[in-house]
């Protein structure tokens, strides 16, 4: 059994994902300095040997769907998890956008700029501490919301300047903007499911033979 740690940006990433003895979970907060400190601060008493940068991931490919669960370990020729067999799994490439993409275009021009096939915002800041303690690090992320939709906010006006979200102004703002509630709801719906696909595929892949 691979000693690995699993890195989430939130808690409602994690919610369906079970702990092993051999498996820990870290919830780092969101964006690149807290996901990078959080972690940081724990190699400095622990090392696995596996990193998983785990959550949600806006899709900039057309080829993927809400559910679908993306792997970017390009980079790594050995990480000891079975990547091709348990789970169906894309392989491609993840990008780390310092805020959230908002709206089809802004994905659109990613993808141009990029060549990435999704977006999250922490992967790659994970991946450097990671290699400067010399452990393998695999990004694997489920999309929340396809290329060619846009999300029912802009969360990026809810975030302060360590990435995390203001939800005392989130909630002022719906107080002040009902109509936008619905489309909220529903999104929330989405990353329920998507939290759903993230956890069963983890729990899959981590339980899986290498």
């Not at 990480?79 to 169906?88: F, I, K």
């Not at 109509?179 to 899959?204: M, P, R």
């Amino acid at each position: 059994m691979v000693k690995a740690l699993v890195c989430f940006a939130v808690a409602q990433e994690k919610q369906y994902f079970h702990v092993r003895e051999s498996v820990h979970a870290l919830v780092t907060g969101m964006g690149a300095r807290a996901s990078a400190c959080t972690l940081a601060r724990l190699l400095e008493v622990d090392h696995p040997r596996l990193i998983i940068a785990a959550g949600f991931a806006g899709g900039l490919n057309p080829e993927l769907k809400l559910g679908q669960m993306i792997v970017d370990d390009a980079d790594l020729s050995e990480h000891g998890l079975n990547l091709s067999g348990p789970v169906e799994l894309f392989h491609g490439k993840i990008h780390s956008a310092s805020q959230v993409m908002v709206t089809p275009f802004e994905k659109a021009s990613l993808r141009k700029e990029t060549n990435a096939d999704a977006v999250d915002m922490e992967s790659s800041a994970l991946r450097s501490i990671a290699r400067n303690h010399r452990i393998p690090m695999v990004a694997l992320r489920v999309i929340t919301d396809p290329y060619n939709e846009a999300l029912p906010l802009d969360f990026n006006q809810f975030m302060n300047t360590a990435g995390s979200m203001r939800y005392g102004k989130l909630a002022c703002h719906l107080l002040r903007n009902p109509s936008t509630v619905s489309g909220l709801i529903q999104f929330q719906k989405k990353l329920k499911y998507a939290a759903q696909q993230l956890g069963e595929t983890l729990n899959i892949l981590l339980d899986a033979p290498a």
